[in-house]
């Protein structure tokens, strides 16, 4: 390709990035649902009260969702007629969340029918899960509008799982136009919520069947990760806290356990423990500085809301976050 053409390539896509992000404002639904903001939170306090990890399986879902297909609400949908639900993926089982979404859609279609998307509320909850719970707080862009479609096939390639080297998902994240820094401080969303034993399981007992367990493993706190998951038990619905530490605060201790060698997840330790990688710094600045993890947590997370957003005509509001209208 001559120079020429991949500068007038590469300008079209800008164009079309910028253009689909410039459609989308905090303010989007001022005068159509103005009070969307309030509903949202009000759903999500009153969930919160009885569901610690609510704000987790928001984040889980809005970071799933907008990595396959951008940020559509495709991960929302079930299975139809010309629709392979994302959420049979592997890397979507047991996926939570998705009762709260119905919750808040109910109450906004109450208030505003047809106006707020679910794609949308997505990002809304994200943030609002967040902030309760110690977190940062960020201004939501608004104005996405729904897939009429899923893409089940694109799940694997392209959504990190628990038990990837560094070397891969990087990759995965630079092809969504996320670079290193966004990589380690959106992992930084485990520092709350939890994971079943499957995820992390193959670390404790065999790992790469070496017939040993993952040396990068803190040997104090390998013990009681498999007292949770005993090898050949009936494991499926165990769960175990994602951050050993404050397990139900939005907080850098996530950073610091991964100093210490106590981070749960394969793709969690990766960030610390890969030698010589550039990701070390990274976890060192953020665990000796919660503010700047905050910031660079809010700059990523409406980053990662503008992956490849329907706007203006395209796509719909759907009316039920499950299906198409």
């Not at 009681?224 to 619905?237: I, R």
Request: hydrophobic share 35%; glycine share 8%; proline share 4%.
């Amino acid at each position: 390709m001559s120079i020429l053409k991949f500068i007038v390539v590469l300008f079209f896509f800008v164009s079309i990035f910028e253009s689909s992000n410039a459609q989308l404002s905090a303010t989007f639904y001022a005068s159509t649902c103005p009070n969307v903001t309030e509903i949202v939170r009000g759903v999500m306090e009153q969930t919160q009260r009885n569901d610690v990890r609510a704000g987790a399986k928001m984040i889980r879902l809005h970071f799933h969702d907008c990595f396959v297909n951008g940020c559509d609400g495709s991960v929302l949908l079930d299975n139809a007629a010309g629709i392979e639900s994302e959420k049979d993926a592997p890397a979507n089982v047991g996926i939570g969340g998705t009762d709260i979404v119905d919750d808040i859609k109910t109450a906004l279609e109450n208030v505003c029918p047809g106006v707020v998307s679910c794609a949308d509320i997505l990002a809304l909850a994200s943030e609002i899960g967040v902030a309760l719970v110690g977190g940062p707080s960020w201004q939501v862009l608004l104005g996405r509008r729904d897939s009429l479609n899923a893409n089940r096939s694109g799940v694997t390639p392209d959504i990190p799982s628990p038990f990837e080297s560094l070397d891969v998902m990087i990759p995965q994240f630079t092809r969504k136009g996320m670079d290193l820094t966004d990589l380690v401080v959106l992992s930084g969303a485990h520092t709350f919520g939890r994971a079943r034993c499957g995820t992390f399981e193959q670390r404790l007992f065999n790992f790469s069947n070496t017939g040993s367990p993952d040396p990068t493993i803190n040997s104090t706190f390998l013990p009681t990760l498999q007292a949770t998951c005993p090898q050949g038990g009936n494991n499926g619905n165990t769960f175990e806290n994602l951050d050993k530490t404050t397990p139900n605060n939005f907080d850098n201790a996530y950073y610091i356990n991964l100093q210490n060698q106590e981070g749960l997840l394969q793709t969690d330790q990766e960030l610390f423990s890969t030698s010589g990688s550039d990701t070390i710094a990274i976890v060192n600045r953020y665990a000796s500085s919660q503010s700047q993890f905050f910031d660079d947590f809010a700059s990523s997370m409406i980053k990662l809301g503008n992956i490849g957003v329907l706007t203006g005509t395209n796509g719909e509001i759907r009316t039920d976050c499950k299906r198409v209208n």
